[in-house]
């Protein structure tokens, strides 16, 4: 990590949907105190409010932003991003950035407040002046996967408890650095794979876990295709936006000349940037196997490719276009990743089958078994939040958020602890070099070491300077 002059030198449950259309009108123009008066949060008092920062307000932001504002303990004191305010996300009038973040915060605590009015969330283009400030307790990491191990340890050394959005890190050095630091710092590190917080999800891994499938032979995970096509062999720099600072945004990736198209959103399919659809739906489907199996602490023994397609060399996205690996875990369990329609997994046992999608569809074949009890002294999973029995979507989201913010109070790991995430974004990592590699290789999930030496040598990536681990 490195200082903010260095830098400088080097380059002289409510309805969220609502919540969303309302904040995005015109500021708020009367400034009030910082902190949100007593009246807002009704039974809270200040002294036991999580102050959260966000780091990160591009389109996941959407869904983290409101999954936080619903829980009253907490206040969301600033917010962060390299972008001031511009469109080209998702959709291409979609406008984003540190000052829309500010405006959806300061309008919902508006609608709480007497006066009808407040502004009070600050906007910082530098992460590490929202880290600076000790009035923040926990941060919301919600930037592309290139950043995620420089801001998360930064943060946890700040002394503050962390919510990343999965996978938790690009490489499989930066996961281990972001657990090592988890563990010195004492910190709470919640991934942000909310589908653990699914009812849906934990009853089909508890029916796995549990027996009720029998012996599992073969797991099978599905990732959503790419939403975007790549932009042609020809593609053109094009001019960075005005209030987006470009260079910093790249950080510690390789320099590259600017593209829409390689930010705001469609930069997870570059491999400078993240591991493709292959770890982002791969973070929640693998994940679902991951606790499913009870294997939260390891990963496969090995990894191949199973006809993983790639556009031609030149194309702005570089990801898989189509993920296909196949992995083998220690006890035989043979894991087939690939893409599919839409995203989730099934487990093939010799008892049964079931299908579990992150859309909360459960079926299990023969039928009658996704109605089995599960008893008293059977493996029972943990709950984000006993309230809620059903999977509705919006819940899902909020309830994660919910698992961290009771997770920062008792100081106990919440249900994805850091371990946890970095376990399954190794998966998702090792399944990407086999396809990359187009080859077949051991993998020893104790040592985090391969028999291949070149997959030994891309499990950590050179860092651009002045960043570093």
Known sequence: MVSRRSFREHHARGDRRQFLKAATGAAVAVALPRIVPCSVFGASAPSNRINVGLIGCGHQSQRIVPSFLVHDDMQMLAVCDVNR????????????????????????YAQKTPSGSFK?????ADFRELLDRPDVDAVAIVVPDHWHALI??????AGKDVYCEKPLALTIYEGREMVKAARKCQRVFQTGAQFRSSPAVRRACELVRNGRLG???RVYSWVDPNSFESPGLGWQPQPVPDGFDYEFWLGPAPAAPFHRERCFFRWRYILDYSNGQTANFGAHSNDIVQWALGTEHTTPVEFEDNGSEFLPAG?????????????????????LCETRSSSGAKFEGTDGRLEITLGGR?????????????????????????????HVRNDVDADHVRNFLDAVKSRQDPIEPVESGHRTASLC????LAQILKRKFAWD????????????RLLRRDMRAPWKL
């Open 445 to 456: 999930p104790a040592a985090e070491r391969s028999d291949d030496e070149e997959v030994n």
């Open 362 to 390: 459960l079926a299990t074949f023969p039928e009658n078994l996704k109605d089995s009890v599960i008893g008293p002294d059977e493996v029972h999973l943990p709950v984000s939040n006993p309230a809620h029995t059903t």
């Open 215 to 217: 012996e599992i032979r």
């Open 315 to 335: 194309s702005l996205f570089t990801a898989a276009s189509r993920t296909a690996f196949r992995a083998r875990y220690a006890n035989g369990i043979e894991l």
């Open 120 to 124: 009070g969330c600050a906007a910082y």
């Open 152 to 157: 998360a340890i930064a943060a946890m050394q």
């Open 429 to 432: 990592i090792l399944g990407n």
């Open 85 to 108: 305010r511009g469109d080209g996300y998702y959709h291409p009038d979609q406008v984003l950035g540190r000052e829309t973040a500010r405006e959806w915060v300061d309008q919902h």
